[in-house]
T-cell receptor, first 114, second 112 residues
């Protein structure tokens, strides 16, 4: 079945440093989504990328979707303590009875030291 | 707009006992999901509903887990009997477009 892998598993940064997490899928994705989960919280949708090579920005966050639509990245510039949490990528199956099923990566846990 | 509501937030039960979780999705969202999240892992789909129909339950351990979504709105997930390995957070999510998911706060189950 489809697998979605994320690296790194953990990232510790000093406040102000940049952070990047990478996501790779074993299959081509129709789109990819990113979620953030604060400690003790639930996943919250951040963004969806649909087009090959797409780049989207949300303030200090930059999201990229690979040309082959099998990988993606999230980059945070100048991290702040509010960025702490686990960042998940998720890819939906396309077609068949599994359409709409989200397969999540294992997440990257980000800690930010003030 | 109210978000996805789940109850209870926490549940502690002894092994072999039954347990049930309840979910009220966002109004108008026809797609409803139940996910299981183990510590340090991403959510894993248990079952997906389109209205009242379970369209993907391939990951649901049917020997002990059951779910229903009567009238295509609220949903319940039941485990009977619970095992120690069922300890996890059970997340309910709903979607308007079948793609972007809105998650509830989850129910943290501890089986002792």
């Amino acid at each position: 079945g489809q697998q979605v892998m994320q690296i790194p598993q953990y990232q510790h940064v000093q406040e102000g440093e940049d952070f990047t997490t990478y996501c790779n899928s074993s299959t081509t994705l129709s789109n990819i989504q990113w979620y953030k989960q604060r400690p003790g919280g639930h996943p919250v949708f951040l963004i969806q990328l649909v087009k090959s090579g797409e780049v989207k920005k949300q303030k200090r966050l930059t999201f990229q979707f690979g040309e082959a639509k099998k990988n993606s990245s999230l980059h945070i510039t100048a991290t702040q303590t509010t960025d702490v949490g686990t960042y998940f990528c998720a890819g939906p199956h396309a077609g068949g009875t599994s359409y709409g099923k989200l397969t999540f990566g294992q997440g990257t846990i980000l800690t930010v030291h003030p | 707009e109210a978000g996805v509501v789940q109850s209870p937030r926490y549940k502690i039960i002894e092994k072999k006992q039954p347990v049930a979780f309840w979910c009220n999705p966002i109004s108008g969202h026809n797609t409803l999901y139940w996910y299981l999240q183990n510590l340090g892992q991403g959510p894993e789909l248990l079952i997906r509903y389109e209205n009242e129909e379970a369209v993907d339950d391939s990951q649901l351990p049917k020997d002990r887990f059951s779910a229903e979504r009567l009238k295509g709105v609220d949903s319940t997930l039941k485990i009977q009997p619970a095992e120690l390995g069922d300890s996890a957070v059970y997340l309910c999510a709903s979607s308007l477009d079948g793609i972007r998911a809105f998650f509830g706060q989850g129910t943290r189950l501890t089986v002792v």
